[in-house]
């Protein structure tokens, strides 16, 4: 089964970029099975999608977090990468990377999820 692990900086400053990574285990980022999303959670609120990017490197964004989001990948690696540009103590939440699979139209696993803390 495809295991994700989250990974990056806890803490942050505001209008600092949050850089997050995302390495996947047990199947290709690239396989046309998977679509991948990163999703968040501010504490004491529900989930909140950020965005996806496709098994062929096509990239989603949510309307309201558009101008400031930027999903990527790395084939070599097997990562997947979030970057969320100046960033508000509004941006604190649980950062969770998940794999949807296509075929099944089912979410199939996610990871574990990584706090970020922006505070000055």
């Known amino acids: 089964q495809v295991q994700l692990q989250e990974s990056g900086p806890g803490l942050l400053k505001p209008s600092q970029t949050l850089s997050l990574t995302c390495t996947v285990s047990?199947?290709?980022?690239?396989?046309?099975?998977?679509?991948w999303s990163w999703i968040r959670q501010p504490p004491g609120k529900g989930l909140e999608w950020l965005g996806v990017i496709t098994s062929d490197g096509t990239s989603y964004y949510s309307p309201s977090l558009q101008s400031r989001t930027s999903i990527s990948r790395d084939t070599v690696k097997n990562q997947l990468s979030l970057q969320l540009t100046s960033v508000t103590p509004t941006d604190t939440a649980v950062y969770f990377c998940s794999a949807y699979g296509t075929l099944e139209n089912a979410l199939k696993s996610w990871g574990q999820g990584t706090l970020v803390t922006v505070s000055s």
């Open positions: 047990g199947d290709s980022i690239t396989s046309n099975y998977y679509a």
